[in-house]
């Protein structure tokens, strides 16, 4: 019974030192990235990054490249990845028994774990080396890679959770069975699909590491997806060590904009909906 006792106060322990680490963490971005926000205000929506060095005058103070960057590339990875992921997730969740399906499922399974670095080289020999250059359109690339997997995952729970009765009641009418799945029970499993959507686009928008390889860099607002474009989150990389305090606020900023403007929201839309899906 002490035994027992101690092991829940041990796992108390584990979980209150996490949730003080985390809440440090946004804490520290809070206070340091909202009052440069609030300091230069909209102009870091709308000019460009300044340079490394100014010697004339006060520069142009922005993030739009990295903003612009950051949706595009997330952009291009999403439309890439829901229809497979949810394509995967469907046949994991109708097919599991199968060869096939046990196949999807180990490799979405596999593919969370993986670090995401991989996927940026994996992205860089196959595409960014032939094309000569980086751009938005490998970065959107790698990203799918991550994205994939949550999409896939999340679509399985939502059809698992369906009760066979409604579809073999579906079935019994006629129907087919693509109609089943795609139309019959559609309004029980679509918050379970956005919510996986939404998960894997925040876990996107946050990765570094794979457009590293393949997005590069630019202090420029382009919107053309084969050219280098900068994200918030390189930006935080290569700014956060930077000994340039114009810079370092930048990052700060970035980081802000990137946690509490984009993935916090995404997560917390997510949940509610996990929440609301009751079958």
């Known amino acids: 019974m002490r035994r027992g006792v101690l092991w829940i106060g041990i796992i108390y322990a584990i979980s209150l030192s996490a949730l003080a680490a985390l809440l440090w963490v946004l804490g ?76 999807l499922e180990d490799l979405a399974s596999t593919l969370v774990e993986v670090p995401t670095i991989t996927a940026g080289v994996a992205v860089y020999w196959t595409l960014v080396v032939p094309m000569k250059g980086f751009s938005a359109l490998a970065g959107g690339l790698a990203l799918s890679l991550v994205m994939i997997p949550y999409v896939a995952l999340y679509t399985a729970e939502s059809y698992r959770k369906v009760p066979k009765v409604i579809k073999e009641g579906g079935l019994a009418l006629g129907l087919k069975y693509t109609t089943v799945l795609f139309k019959v029970i559609r309004g029980l499993v679509l918050p379970g699909v ?60 970035a980081s802000f904009i990137l946690v509490f403007m984009i993935i916090l929201p995404l997560i917390v839309i997510s949940r509610l909906l996990v929440k609301r899906h009751v079958v």
């Open 194 to 253: 956005v919510s996986g959507a939404l998960m894997a686009v925040a876990k996107g928008a946050g990765e570094a590491a794979p457009l590293l390889f393949t997005a590069g860099w630019s202090d420029r607002l382009s919107l053309d997806p084969f050219s280098p474009t900068a994200t918030l989150s390189v930006l935080i990389y290569k700014f956060g060590f930077s000994s340039q305090d114009l810079w370092l606020e930048l990052s700060w900023a």
């Open 28 to 103: 520290s971005i809070l206070v340091n990235g909202l009052p440069v926000v609030l300091k230069y205000g909209a102009e870091l929506f709308l000019n460009d990054i300044p340079p490394p060095l100014f010697f004339f005058g006060e520069p142009q103070v922005g993030l739009a490249p990295a903003i612009v960057g950051t949706l595009m590339v997330t952009g291009i990875a999403f439309l890439i990845a829901f229809p497979l992921g949810f394509v995967s997730g469907v046949v994991i969740a109708e097919f599991g028994h199968t060869r096939w399906g046990r196949f």
